[in-house]
């Protein structure tokens, strides 16, 4: 049998505090069912290693983990799951592994083993391995570890060597972490402190990998012009603040480990428990128009990759994304699936209504310009007040459609008020800098897209509950359900919304 492919990284620690800085940025990669097996020299650190990572688990630094070598195995309760830290040096055969309940205890836990080698071949191929040896050369707590992915691991650990890299690149590699949330795609976010008080913010956003192919032998991802790594991400950002707007610093970055550390830009948003703040909504769709008003390149720099070309968001991204109304939402919410001739009629009304947006002005289209991604920031000056941060699927489309994501926030409800008055902002904006400014057609374009946009989310959320088992997202359904409707009543879109009534009329049902 062939041996799993395998990933190493050689690490030179220091002193202890090396040693347990190293377990808690294990801990925070470890899940449940995965093997940690330690390997090395009498008195090089395992036991040390292992206690602090059960520690970091249990969320308790006054743990007692004594070592296990005479109890052989260990259980600990801990948050997430059961940990089990296991001594197999008095192992003498390894079926006796079995008389130990160790099937029973490992099933669903994290499991840490010193002496593994006693197992022999019943441990599973994919785990992580690490060898501590003594280096008094350099001092008298100093060690070497070699740290080996085999199999699954070996993406993990190249992505856990990135992130050291990128904290140690960017002088927070002895900041305190902690989790901050993840979102509706695979990215995840955690806030770094310094004892000093500094902050910063660790993304985490791993290559995308490719789905099956649903159109021309291209996966959805593709054709939806979504990103695929973080690269887009470090050029739009870097793009932004060389325009003046308030994108998060960049402190270090790895393109190819897919992690950056970012500027905090804080906490405070740009609604409350009432709901949008409408001084602050105005300021962004302000932002969005001085933004709009300007001959923005669509090709960007980035710093060790040459350049980055934004996508066009062209009518098959359009178009595949209106599509997840027919494949998650309609079959959930209509009780059946929408017949062929309705698809096809479906099709050849988005297409009418989407060319000639397509065929209109294109702008950075930033793609997630709401609530969420949107910070205050007061001790700022004008429209660096707004701080964005959620940027990476940019494209080179409409400038209606960010307007859209603004002022129709999928996340918090807009008034008809205040949506009124953040087009009327924005169009005030626009014709300062632009007397030929066509308010008429910008309507249409928005009425297009915004109709566009919020049949997209429907079929996000109802593929996040159906598929992903995220049912949080379905108490948005109400509020987008009400945008659409006011979209489909601009005269542009008359066809549409015959379309809609006829096939889900439920999106016409007054939100409760």
Known sequence: MAEPA???????????????????????????????????????????FARAVVRKLAGDPALEVPSPTFTLMQVYQCKACPVVHADLYRLKDADELAQLGWDEAASGAIVMVEWADRA?????????????????????????????GHGAFGARLDRMRAIHGVLAASGWDKAARSFMLGDASSRAYERLKKPD??????????????????????????????????????????????????????????????VAVLEDLGPEGVVDANGPIA????????????LHARDLPATL???????????????????????????????AYTGNPIPAEARKSFET??????????????????????????????????????????????????????????????????????????????????RASDPDFDMGEFARAYATLGAQRATKILGIFAR????????????HLPRVRAYLARDLAHPALADLKAWFEAHTPDVFTPAS
């Not at 801990?27 to 449940?32: G, Q």
């Not at 022999?120 to 080996?148: I, K």
């Not at 289209?365 to 940027?391: A, C, M, T």
């Open 6 to 48: 395998q990933t190493s990284w050689r690490i030179e620690i220091d002193d202890e505090a090396g040693t347990l800085r190293l377990a808690e940025e294990l801990a925070d990669t470890l899940r449940p069912d995965d093997l940690v097996t330690l390997s090395g020299d009498l008195g090089s650190g395992k036991t040390t």
């Open 120 to 148: 022999g071949d019943q441990l599973p191929p994919d785990r992580l391995d690490l060898c501590f040896s003594l280096a008094l050369a350099r001092g008298p707590e100093a060690r070497d570890v070699v740290v080996t």
């Open 197 to 258: 008080g500094g902050r910063a913010i660790l993304m985490i956003s791993p290559p995308r990998p490719d789905g099956p192919p649903i159109r021309d032998g291209k996966p959805y991802s593709v054709i939806a012009r979504l990103a695929e790594n973080v690269t887009p991400f470090i050029a739009v950002d870097h793009a932004l603040r060389a325009q003046g707007f308030s994108a998060p610093e960049i402190h270090a970055f790895d393109l190819e480990g897919g």
């Open 279 to 290: 001084d602050r909504y105005s300021e962004s769709v302000a932002v969005l128009a001085a």
């Open 301 to 331: 720099p980035v710093e060790g990759a040459g350049s980055y070309d934004v996508p066009p968001y062209d009518l098959d991204a359009l178009m595949i994304e209106v599509d997840l109304l027919l494949e998650w939402y309609a079959p």
């Open 349 to 430: 009304l988005w297409k009418e209504a989407l060319i000639p947006v397509v065929e209109g002005p294109r702008t950075w289209s930033l793609r997630d310009y709401h609530s969420p991604n949107l910070i205050w920031l007061p001790q700022r000056e004008g429209l660096k007040r707004v701080g964005i941060i959620d940027f990476q699927d940019c494209v080179m489309g409409h400038p209606a459609y960010d307007v859209a994501s603004l002022a129709q926030d999928a996340r918090v409800t807009v008034s008809d008020d205040l949506e009124l008055k953040l087009l009327s902002r924005y169009a005030r904006e626009r």
């Open 464 to 475: 996040l509950d159906k598929r992903d088992g995220k049912p949080q997202y379905l108490a």
